[in-house]
């Protein structure tokens, strides 16, 4: 089976260009419907699955994004590669806005989502020591030199719940942890994305310097969105340089992330639920 590419894009990111025999398609999935039809098509000979995160013309909050019909819909389309574009505050000087980073760890700060396929009668636990796979992230760096701009390798992403933007505090407090980002959406899509042995990656887009920065005030929108959009071209460069960097086969990931559910399911084979194994089988059927 030949690798598939999915792309989520985020804020200011609703669409991909130069895809051949593009279109979008509605669907639907057992844990209901994405945030918006998905945008399938080819470049450079490789299938690529793309889904705003938001939906486009931005509908849906980081709260009710349903992130777990958005990373079953891409299971669902056969991804095995999927890369997140997130638009993120900077909790770094060092980070300016206009750089991208590709992120490797994650503080989940959500509280008000739901975070996993599994449930009572199918209780799983998977790997999460290291949340995105190393081989994928290297493209996301490779594909972003090859466009240009700053390119930060490896940082950590606060997850928070928004839709409100932090406190003076809270910002001071997560710089404190040593984290180098902020969004509102990296969580859970990332965890999900592992249930279901999806290879992922995050490149953050910076947009900002949230609220410690002393030469900056609390973050503006209209600020946040003007950076967005001007990110959103290297952001599609980057995009359409990652398939000639994935063609062919899909083999075995150096890091497991496709055989995450390996020995991950806890539940007696007698005592699962069948309806959670039905639900769960467009994710984890591989192992059930
Ligand atoms: C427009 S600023 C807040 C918004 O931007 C980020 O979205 P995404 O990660 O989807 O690019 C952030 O997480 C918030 O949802
Ligand atoms: N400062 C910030 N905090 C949370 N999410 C963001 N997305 C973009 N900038 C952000």
Same mark, same amino acid.
């Given at each position: ?29 057992? /844990? ?21 995160? %938001? ?21 669902? &389309? ?6 997140? &574009? ?20 994650? !503080? ?8 996993? /396929? /599994? ?33 930060? &390798? ?27 980002? !902020?969004?509102?959406?990296g969580m859970p899509e990332a965890k999900l994305a592992r249930e279901a042995e999806i290879c992922y990656a995050c490149v953050a887009m910076i947009t900002d310097y949230d609220c410690w920065h002393p030469? %900056? ?11 967005? %959009? ?42 699962r639920d069948p309806e959670m194994i039905e639900k769960l089988t467009c994710v984890a059927g591989r192992v059930l």
């Amino acid at each position: 089976m030949d690798k598939v590419i999915g792309v989520i894009g985020g804020s200011g990111l609703y669409d991909i260009a130069g895809l051949e025999d593009r279109q979008w398609q509605s669907m639907d999935t057992p /844990f209901g419907a994405p945030s918006d039809a998905l945008l399938t098509g080819w470049l450079d000979g490789v299938k690529m699955v793309f889904l705003p995160r %938001h939906g486009r013309g931005h509908r849906h909050l980081p709260s009710t994004v349903n992130y777990r019909a958005n990373i079953a819909a891409m299971k669902m &389309m056969g991804v095995t590669d999927l890369v997140a &574009m997130s638009a993120v505050g900077s909790l770094k000087e060092a980070y300016a806005p206009g750089d991208f980073l590709v992120v490797d760890q994650y !503080i989940d700060r959500t509280f008000a989502r739901e975070k996993s /396929f /599994f449930g009572t009668g199918l209780v799983g636990h998977v790997p999460f020591a290291h949340p995105t796979c190393p081989r994928l992230s290297e493209i996301c760096l490779t594909a972003g030199q090859e466009v240009g701009g700053t390119l930060h &390798m490896g940082g950590t992403y606060v997850a928070m719940e928004g839709p409100q933007f932090s406190t003076l505090a809270e910002s001071r407090l997560y710089r404190s942890w040593g984290a180098d980002v !902020i969004g509102m959406t990296g969580m859970p899509e990332a965890k999900l994305a592992r249930e279901a042995e999806i290879c992922y990656a995050c490149v953050a887009m910076i947009t900002d310097y949230d609220c410690w920065h002393p030469d %900056h005030d609390a973050v503006d929108v209209a600020q946040v969105v003007a950076t967005a %959009h001007a990110n959103a071209e290297r952001a599609r460069a980057l995009v359409a340089a990652l398939p000639s960097r994935l063609k062919g086969p899909q083999t075995d990931c150096a890091s497991g992330c496709n055989r995450a559910l390996d020995g991950a399911i806890m539940t007696a084979p007698d005592r699962r639920d069948p309806e959670m194994i039905e639900k769960l089988t467009c994710v984890a059927g591989r192992v059930l």
